[in-house]
């Protein structure tokens, strides 16, 4: 589906064609921005968005109705695909796998958990569907505690924005014990560090971050996530919906540009990896890249912790439900065209069976 | 190994002569206390004391000399034979591999682990050797976090002094999936709880404390461990060598009389689970046991936890190294006479072999 071509020929750029991109964990500060996060999303080349059940409120989407509060929300104003995900919390495990079937996933939010951490999350691990996607935020001994749960009940476990080598060894060594996990990083912590914003612990240090980029083939898939909001939070920046997802893609387009990354990589993380850790459905979307126009400088977002100057790249049209939705920039779309999509039991559940169960390769090495 | 006879004709008291007992987490507030508490040990029915790596002091063991010179101490004064564990440290899992052949075991003390923790762990994990047991006092998330590590390097590991219905839950559910894991209780911990000594947070709730009770058949050693000496310290009891040893004996004896517990339970949990999962060198030593004979009050103990005229049964002799050493609570023995003895190489690793490897079991299920 990648096609990298010099048709942009009064100008010599280079544009590639790749497929929509999925934002695996899609966060809005309030669920009254989906139709501005939405339309930002479609307009930065993301066709499907997975939201995360916070909101700047903290857990939102904690039961059926919630989740079917943010879900006739989100379909009214949504101008990408879209599902939601539920969080975990001490006190929903009886009674949310009612609302799995709605939901995108299940999100553990670790530091939500006060006390009876094992024994809750555990729960949560007996009761959630096994067809149904869990994610978590855990790091560190949290991180191998939530591995082993998600381990001793046989369930596939993706990490959410993976920032420090300790804990990519951690899921790492988990692989090579073939044990059901996947990750992805957030794109800022590949270019901002703690360094830079010492009070943001979510970020990596400089020496991590160079990990991550040394260990690529390992991270599963980019996010985007809750960085963008954090970091905008930190320096005043003005909370423009869509903050992060604007600038992701130039960043990875730049990176492009530096030779440290493919756009190979790029569709593999943020589509190819995605679609088959979370069995998205399939979806008619494309997005046609220009590797190198400029940023225009002009663009409302205030503050950045980018010099734009250095980013290049982006997207000229998107390609969306059999039409052009997008072209350079704007939104052409005359309606909200974005559609709730959950994955199908049956191709979940044929991935889990595929998967090697934890121990097989260390019985078979 | 176990008679039980009703041979005390003039008093009519129920004897039982078992093997000598494996006091498997020995705490001395100091290394100078080994004679006084080796005698302690040896008057109450422990002939073998694996003793901990900590101290009143703190970690006291962490590399090979601090080792040979525990050793070449209690050598000299122990009255029971004896190894001695190292402790695990963030900056030590580098060199005490050397010191492993000469120690009873590695002995993760998780607190002292500040930051890194899994990576420091996971080092120590590869470093140990194989054949040498590892055990922690881990709890809750940290003891889930070990043991996913223990899992990932395919190692045994022994649980110290479970004091909670959660951490006894996921200990079971990880047997469950055939990890290599075991578990003991402080015999404390059955009689003591956290309603009577709220600062004491390694007790149990009364309600885990039941739970315990009601799970006795997962919990694969009784020890003694680091309660008593801490209870002592919160009432201010006078803090003599062999605290706790004296009065554990006691306290089980009461509760077979009371149809809680057996003695073929207190021998599976204090010799052979011990002997086989430890892989102690086997003794040549016995106990006789009066279930009937009541404590004497004028122990010098000073103030205790326990109300002594609710306890019976006390060792009225022990047999050890083919000669009787103590009679009717006294040291009839001349000489020190324990050795340092530790598990050799060959019956410990084939011992791993036996077990099942992680996941074996539910590939199978
Ligand atoms: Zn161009
Ligand atoms: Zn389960
Ligand atoms: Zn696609
Ligand atoms: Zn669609
Ligand atoms: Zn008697
Ligand atoms: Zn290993
Ligand atoms: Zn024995
Ligand atoms: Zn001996």
Known sequence: SLEVS?????????????????????????????????????????????????????????????????????????????????????????GIEEAASNAGALFIPFNEFSSSKVSSISKHFASWPANKPIITDAKSTNLASVLLLAALHNRTLHVNSVSSKEDLDLIKMAKEKALQVTCDVAVYSLF????????????????????????????????????????????????????????????????????????????????????????????????????????????????SPFDRKQLQGSVNRVSFHNQTVCLDGEIVAQQAVGKHEVGNKGRSLSMVQQSPTLGRKSRLS
């Not at 360094?195 to 980019?222: G, M, R, V």
């Open 192 to 303: 901002l560090s703690q360094e830079q914003y010492p009070e943001l612990e979510l970020l990596p240090t400089k020496s991590d971050q160079e990990y991550l980029w040394a260990n690529l083939k390992d991270i599963d898939c980019f996010s985007i996530g809750v960085l963008p909001y954090l970091i905008a939070k930190s320096i005043h920046q003005r909370l423009v919906p869509g903050l992060g997802v604007t600038e992701t893609l130039p960043l990875l387009f730049s990176a492009v540009k530096a030779g440290k990354l493919t756009i190979q990589e790029i569709t593999e993380k943020f589509h190819d990896n995605p679609m088959k850790i979370f069995n998205f459905p399939k979806q008619d979307a494309s997005i046609e890249i220009d590797l190198d126009r400029l940023i225009p400088s002009t663009r409302k977002l205030g503050l």
């Open 6 to 94: 010099n048709n942009d020929a009064q100008t010599s750029h280079e544009t590639a064609i790749i497929p929509g991109l999925i934002n695996i964990a899609s966060f809005i500060p309030s669920f009254d921005d989906f139709e501005s996060a939405t339309r930002a999303s479609l307009v930065s080349g993301f066709t499907y968005n997975a939201f995360l059940p916070q909101t700047a409120e903290g857990c939102t989407v904690v039961d059926s109705e919630s989740l079917s509060n943010a879900i006739s929300n989100a379909t009214e104003f949504a101008y990408t695909d879209f599902s939601i995900s539920i969080a975990a919390l001490e006190t929903n495990a009886d």
